[in-house]
């Protein structure tokens, strides 16, 4: 048996991380470069769940004084994902293999997993689905990996990781998996399909 590990943002989601902190800042009616800096001190609670999404909105409300409803402000962070068609497609070719498992790590937050949940039926078709907030970890932490790897029942030999963050891929190696960073779908589907014949 072995694993493929995905991603979500810019591997399986197309996501414009530029595009969405410039419509909250639009929104809340700062330049973006106030707007990231007060976005990377709640960066880390917002991502483990520590922080929720009306959390994160009172925040911004009693930080700058939002004159935006909550369902705005979850538009504006929802705004500029999207499902990527043959990405699915591709992993759900590989769950069904009777000898692949199909797991999925990714850095999230309650906002964007309640749009995951409601837009990608398929994660239930996977063997393993990880949202951050949902756990309470953040790659690279090596315990998000062993999680995924336990839920998976591989080894870290057994496992290829898969995303587009050269950070979160030294991570996985780190722990032994083999891992790879995504840039196009033109070479990484290539890549798994011949690291799953080795």
Known sequence: MKAVIFDLGNVLVNYDGQATLTALSE????????LFVHYQNVDYAFGTGQLSGRGYYDLLDQTFGL????????AALCRYQERNE???????ELQAKDDVVVGIISNTNEVHASWLHANLPELKQFSSVILSNEVGLLKPDPAIFKLALNQLGVSPEQALFVDDVAE?????????LA????????R????IKNWLQQ
Do not use: C
């Not at 004159?67 to 979850?74: A, K, P």
């Not at 043959?86 to 759900?92: E, G, H, L, S, V």
């Not at 979160?168 to 032994?176: D, F, H, Q």
């Not at 990484?188 to 890549?191: I, K, L």
């Open 188 to 191: 990484t589907q290539p890549y």
């Open 67 to 74: 004159q935006s409803s909550y369902e705005n402000y979850v």
């Open 168 to 176: 979160n891929v030294v991570g996985g190696t780190a722990v032994g």
């Open 179 to 186: 891992s790879y960073l995504h840039q196009n779908w033109s």
């Open 27 to 34: 929104l809340v009616g700062i330049s973006l470069d106030k």
């Open 86 to 92: 043959m990405a699915f497609a591709f992993a759900r």
